[in-house]
């Protein structure tokens, strides 16, 4: 049975991508909101609306009495997390589910087992799916990390264990650099999840950054809906995403596809998630981490298949069965998503919040989806991620894709704000990118250290 209303704690695009799906569906919503997006576009879509704090994530979007208050005293039957926030929080999913609210992701249990990553490393090697060489466990100070280092050798990465967004990872080249790369990533572990637990990988080098995508009920079914290249990164942050991937024959794509259930019957996953793998020269592939969450780049498979993510997430949550079987999924044509940040490029890409004076989002033709929160005369706040709109299209072929994607960056228009619309108008037009040929070191290594902005 279909949830009558549903709170969505999140904010910007996602937020309105998933009221637009509940409104599909014929169910009610509810958006939260802080005093500084009290204008924002989900506030003016939603049913209901209810400000829940100060600017500031931690008095707002990161307050879980707050937004449990404003599930109840609205009567919603269910909260749709989104992604970051609280989206991979255990604590608000059990929250959730004690106040009899439920929350549209995996149960508590699951985000806690693979969102420590020593702990997903080891359920992963288990479960037969192949992990990338590194520590056994927790490493907690430098004399172990050295230790470690020498055993599987450099270049070596180290990972915060319970990292994400990029936070806690430092690549570390030789062992001169060890110490002071160990503290500095521990630190901000500490300070971005109040957990300063690190483990240490080899660095797969080169590698492509490849995710599968699933879905899974809880009856027991589960599906994937293929692969999604993430391989063009800066700073571990994933700037332009494309399905299906270059790199992949159909024997991988099967073979990762396949690991990608193990993982999900590992942990008796439910709702949508996202295993990640990096693959390297010789095509072989390794698990990396899981994402328990919708994530950013999820309209590109939703172009190439056809399924809706977002709602299938709600119609499971709703404890319908997933009519989807693996047969049923084809990949059809090739899909490419930009992520439009308020950032200037030319300042090592600095948030540059302000006033959007004009707008234009290019919407016009076949195979062309914009998910934006933002309007003219919106006045984008300091306070959050600086993503304000993802451009995605589809095309039968790679290069249709390309061109489409430069014709509607082309007509993109945000007046009075500074976006990276022009870094990746001539990212996809490099030619590298045109014939696929990149990896995870292709942004900091290649494209960025000889890219000339034009000017205005």
Not at 38 to 46: D, G, M, P, S, W
Not at 101 to 115: L, N, R, V
Not at 193 to 217: C, R, S, T, W
Not at 432 to 452: C, H, M, N, Q, V
Request: charged residues 25%.
């Amino acid at each position: 049975m279909a949830f009558g209303k549903v709170l969505i704690a999140n904010r910007g695009e996602i937020a309105v991508r998933i009221i637009r799906a509940c409104r599909e569906l014929g169910i009610k919503t509810v958006a939260v909101f802080s005093e500084a997006d009290k204008e924002a576009l989900h506030v003016e879509l939603a049913d209901e609306a209810i400000c829940i704090g100060k600017a500031r994530a931690t008095d707002s979007y990161l307050n879980m009495q707050q937004i449990l208050s404003a599930a109840v005293v609205t009567n919603s039957e269910a909260i749709h997390p989104g992604f970051g926030f609280l989206a991979e929080n255990s604590l608000f999913a059990q929250m959730c589910e004690d106040c009899q609210i439920k929350f549209i992701g995996p149960k508590g249990k699951t985000i806690d087992e693979m969102g420590n990553k020593i702990n997903a490393r080891t359920l992963m090697q288990n479960a037969g799916v192949p992990v990338i060489p590194g520590s056994k466990g927790e490493v907690s100070n430098l004399i172990e990390a050295e230790k470690i280092a020498k055993e599987i050798g450099y270049p070596l990465m180290l990972k915060a264990a319970a990292g994400g967004g990029g936070k806690g990872i430092r690549k570390v080249l030789t062992s001169s650099e060890l110490a002071e790369q160990f503290h500095s990533a521990q630190q901000e572990a500490l300070a971005s999840f109040g957990n300063g637990q690190m483990y240490i990988e080899k660095i797969i080098y080169p590698a492509k950054h490849i995710e599968i995508q699933v879905l899974a009920d809880e009856y027991g079914n589960v599906i994937h809906l293929g692969e999604r290249d993430c391989s063009l990164q800066r700073n571990n942050q994933k700037v332009l995403e494309e399905a299906p991937s270059l790199t992949l024959s159909a024997e991988l794509r099967d073979k990762m596809g396949q690991a990608a259930l193990k993982a999900a019957y590992a942990v008796n996953y439910e709702n949508a998630g996202t295993i990640e793998f990096l693959v390297d020269a010789d095509q072989n592939f390794y698990f990396m981490e899981m994402n328990t969450r919708i994530q950013v780049e999820h309209p590109v498979t939703e172009m190439v298949t056809g399924v809706d993510i977002v709602k299938w997430q709600l119609q499971i949550a709703a404890g319908e069965k997933l009519s989807l079987k693996q047969s049923d999924i084809e990949l059809k044509g090739f899909a490419i998503e930009c992520r439009i940040n308020a950032e200037d490029a030319t300042r090592n890409f600095a948030p540059a919040p302000g006033r959007i004076k004009n707008l234009y989002l290019p919407s016009g033709g076949m195979g062309l989806r914009v998910d934006s929160g933002v309007y003219s005369d919106y006045l984008i706040p300091p306070f959050y991620d600086s993503m304000i709109a993802k451009v995605i299209v589809h095309a039968e072929t790679r290069i249709e894709a390309l061109r489409k994607m430069q014709r509607a960056l082309g007509e993109l228009v945000t007046e009075g704000v500074t976006t990276n619309q022009e870094f990746q108008l001539d990212l996809i037009t490099h030619p590298d990118i045109i014939a696929g040929k990149y990896d995870t070191s292709f942004l900091g290594e290649t494209f960025l250290p000889t890219w000339e902005p034009q000017n205005e």
